[in-house]
């Protein structure tokens, strides 16, 4: 089959029917050539080359999920060691607990204070008393303080009214004695004009 090639500088209004002809040959030609392209590799060597580097590229893959596989059963291992170790301390611990209940409970202390419960009782108790018996004993001496208070109050009472009489006394004198000096001045003209 012949290529015909058209060196037609301008553009026909109307192509000839060869012209045509020509160009859905060179079409149809190159879709077969495209499909014969795409079907076949170019060549062997190529293709060996493409499948190798897959390969290469695989096989770095599977190594690097092998050595990731290996890592993670070692962690998983740890874990699972680590798991076991601490489910272990934790039965000791619970075991360690009850324990420490039953003595606890055996003993009857107090698990904060660490005292024994009846001897917290005892010593509440002991405590009890003392406030009752210094709230009695202020009790006591409050109300003495009141009697005495009182008494005071009423001896300050006396005292004030002894006092105003003792006031009362010395202006009695005070006028008494007005009058004794009186008497005497009197009695001295008196006297005065009886020897005249």
Do not use: W
Request: proline share 2%; with cysteine.
């Amino acid at each position: 089959m012949k290529r015909v090639q058209l060196k037609d500088t301008a553009i026909p209004a109307q192509p000839s029917v060869a012209s045509r002809a020509a160009h859905v040959k060179n079409n149809t030609d190159n879709k077969k050539n495209q499909h014969r392209s795409l079907k076949v590799p170019a060549t062997r060597y190529g293709q060996h080359n493409d499948i190798r580097e897959q390969n290469r590229v695989l096989t770095a893959t599977n190594e690097d999920l092998q050595r990731q596989l290996e890592e993670m059963k070692g962690t998983v291992t740890e874990l699972e060691q680590r798991c076991t170790d601490l489910h272990g301390e934790n039965r000791e611990i619970q075991k360690q607990l009850r324990d420490c209940h039953v003595l606890l409970v055996a003993e009857n202390l107090d698990p904060v204070s660490g005292e024994k419960l009846g001897q917290t009782a005892q010593q509440k108790e002991e405590q009890r008393k003392e406030v009752m018996t210094v709230s009695q004993n202020l009790l006591t001496e409050l109300k003495l303080f009141g009697e005495t208070a009182q008494e005071h109050a009423g001896n300050l009472l006396e005292e004030q009214n002894i006092m105003r009489d003792l006031e009362k006394l010395q202006q009695e004198r005070a006028f008494f004695t007005l009058d004794v000096e009186e008497m005497e001045r009197a009695l001295g003209e008196a006297e005065r004009l009886l020897m005249e």
